[in-house]
């Protein structure tokens, strides 16, 4: 598995973005999918998860209503539709695949993608 993530960007308040993590192996289907984030000067946290098939999702509180996670197996690919961004989700976003349950080890990581959200 290797992940390549994109889709960030530049905003203004209210807008959209959306992130796609996808990777070239066939064992995509057999990874969870989390989505962090690290802000300026801040600790990384935990943003969305879905589970391999797709079927268990998770949000943090503050992105719930907000962000929806989704993957399509078929295309190797996990998106995270972005809407009515604040600028407190400036933020660099990694994806990160695991296969073990929430809380454990990551075995891959994407590269980090900026979101600058301005007033």
């Known amino acids: 598995v290797q992940l390549q993530a994109s889709g960030g960007g530049s905003v203004q308040v209210g807008g959209s973005l959306r992130f796609t993590c996808s990777d070239s192996q066939r064992a995509f289907s057999t990874y969870s999918i989390d989505w962090f984030r690290q802000a300026p000067g801040k600790e990384r946290e935990f943003v969305a998860r879905?589970?391999?098939?797709?079927?268990?999702?998770g949000y943090a509180d503050p992105v719930k209503g907000r962000f929806t996670i989704s993957r399509d197996n078929d295309k190797n690919t996990v998106y995270l539709q972005m809407n009515n961004l604040k600028p407190e989700d400036t933020a660099i976003y990694y994806c990160?695949?695991?296969?073990?349950?929430?809380?454990?080890?990551?075995?891959?990581w994407g590269q980090g993608t900026l979101v600058t959200v301005s007033s």
């Open positions: 990160a695949a695991r296969q073990g349950r929430p809380g454990t080890e990551h075995q891959y």
């Open positions: 879905i589970s391999g098939p797709g079927g268990f999702i």
